[in-house]
Structure formats: structure tokens, C-alpha cells
T-cell receptor, first 115, second 113 residues
Framework: ETGVTQTPRHLVMGMTNKKSLKCEQH?????MYWYKQSAKKPLELMFV???????ENNSVPSRFSPECPNSSHLFLHLHTLQPEDSALYLC??????????????FGDGTRLSIL | SQKIEQNSEALNIQEGKTATLTCNYT??????LQWYRQDPGRGPVFLLL?????KEKRKERLKVTFDTTLKQSLFHITASQPADSATYLC????????????FGRGTQLTVWP
């Protein structure tokens, strides 16, 4: 059971499509994160939001555009993606940045395939 | 830059034995270290956190050690069961911003009956 819900679970899209990934957390947390997980590679942090403000963009290409309308919801807007963007995209939340030792709670991810 | 290495991609052990997974890091001194479990098609799940001033932490059949001199953490599962089969990830804080994490590649543990 997870307090972080991601939709859709699977997404197949062409390189010219536009789609969005959604993440919702029911834990009352203030920080939310997007990660990319590719086969045989560590989780790569993409974006961090703390109290709805973006606090990190880890050199992510502009074809990925995050949006955080409130502390419970996080979106990742996708457009003109490349085949190498195929991966598992994970959303996570924690109590808040600057709160040391807080574990992150993950959703089950969106498996994205770019044709 | 900080680097995290987990000892091997895969570890296979027999049920009932103790599984030991290793996480080594370089180039900094983290205030804490976390371990997560990830099952196929699922997100990581937090298991344990150990602080730099703690040598050992236990939770049921799990035990984590943290040696800041060796820059290493060991993760032990005693009396392992097939249900323990999963990928285990270690994570350390990124730089000075608390709450952000670097993750290792993970070690895939298989426990066979």
C-alpha cells in the first residue's frame, strides 16, 4: 500500500506526442520529487519541489516540464521525447526539505515507452 | 563528486542463510544513510535509516551497520526467506541540502528454497 499514487502506470507515446504524468500524495508531506529509473542505472533525481516551489532542476532537458499546483499534486509534462527517455518515472514525497533524516515515500511509477 | 557503489548487481543465497549487502561511498561524509527495498514494477520502500554516530541499527530480521572510517554500510538479512527476494538500494544525502538523496544502483537479492 502506498500513500503516493501515480497515473498512468504505463504509457506508450510517439516522439511527437504530448502527455502528462500525475502524482498525488496523501501523506501531508511538503516536498515532492521526480526521479528517472533506467535499467542498470541508479535513480536519477530530476526535480524537487518544496512547499510548491521548485528547488532543483537537475539539468533536465526542457522537453520535461514539471508542475506543482499544491503540496499534494505533482505533474510531469512531456513533449517531443526521445527514445532514450524510455524509463520508469518515479514520484516521491517527504516531510519537507531541510528536515534531515526523513525517508522518501515513493509511488509505483509510470513505465514510459517512446516509440 | 560523491559516488556510491553497491557490491554486486546480484546475490543468490539459500533460504535460512544470512544475506549481506554492501554499500560503499567516496568523496564525502554523510550524516546518515538509508536502505530501501524495491520489488519489480514497484517503487522503492524505505526500510532503515542509520545516522553517522550510530554503529548499528536493527529492525526485526534486518541489521544495518555504518562504518564512517571505511566509508561503508553493511545490510544484513538474517534467516532469509524467498519473500526477501528484491532489489535493495542504499541512499545517502546529496551534499548539504538535507532530504535529497543519491541512490546506489542496487543489489538484486534472490533467496531460493
Amino acid at each position: 500500500e502506498t500513500g503516493v499514487t501515480q497515473t498512468p502506470r504505463h504509457l506508450v507515446m510517439g516522439m511527437t506526442n504530448k502527455k502528462s504524468l500525475k502524482c498525488e500524495q496523501h501523506l501531508g508531506h511538503n516536498a515532492m520529487y521526480w526521479y528517472k529509473q533506467s535499467a542498470k542505472k541508479p535513480l536519477e533525481l530530476m526535480f524537487v519541489y518544496n512547499f510548491k516551489e521548485q528547488t532543483e532542476n537537475n539539468s533536465v532537458p526542457s522537453r520535461f516540464s514539471p508542475e506543482c499546483p499544491n503540496s499534494s499534486h505533482l505533474f510531469l509534462h512531456l513533449h517531443t521525447l526521445q527514445p532514450e527517455d524510455s524509463a520508469l518515472y518515479l514520484c516521491a514525497s517527504s516531510q519537507g526539505e531541510g528536515r534531515e533524516h526523513q525517508p522518501q515515500h515513493f509511488g509505483d511509477g509510470t513505465r514510459l515507452s517512446i516509440l | 563528486s560523491q559516488k556510491i557503489e553497491q557490491n554486486s548487481e546480484a546475490l543468490n543465497i539459500q533460504e535460512g542463510k544470512t544475506a549481506t549487502l554492501t554499500c560503499n561511498y567516496t568523496n564525502y561524509s554523510p550524516a546518515y544513510l538509508q536502505w530501501y527495498r524495491q520489488d519489480p514494477g514497484r517503487g522503492p520502500v524505505f526500510l532503515l535509516l542509520i545516522r553517522e554516530n550510530e554503529k548499528e541499527k536493527r529492525k526485526e530480521r534486518l541489521k544495518v551497520t555504518f562504518d564512517t572510517t571505511l566509508k561503508q554500510s553493511l545490510f544484513h538479512i538474517t534467516a532469509s526467506q524467498p519473500a526477501d527476494s528484491a532489489t535493495y538500494l542504499c541512499a545517502l544525502p546529496r551534499g548539504s541540502t538535507l532530504g535529497r538523496l543519491y541512490f546506489g544502483r542496487g543489489t538484486q537479492l534472490t533467496v531460493w528454497p
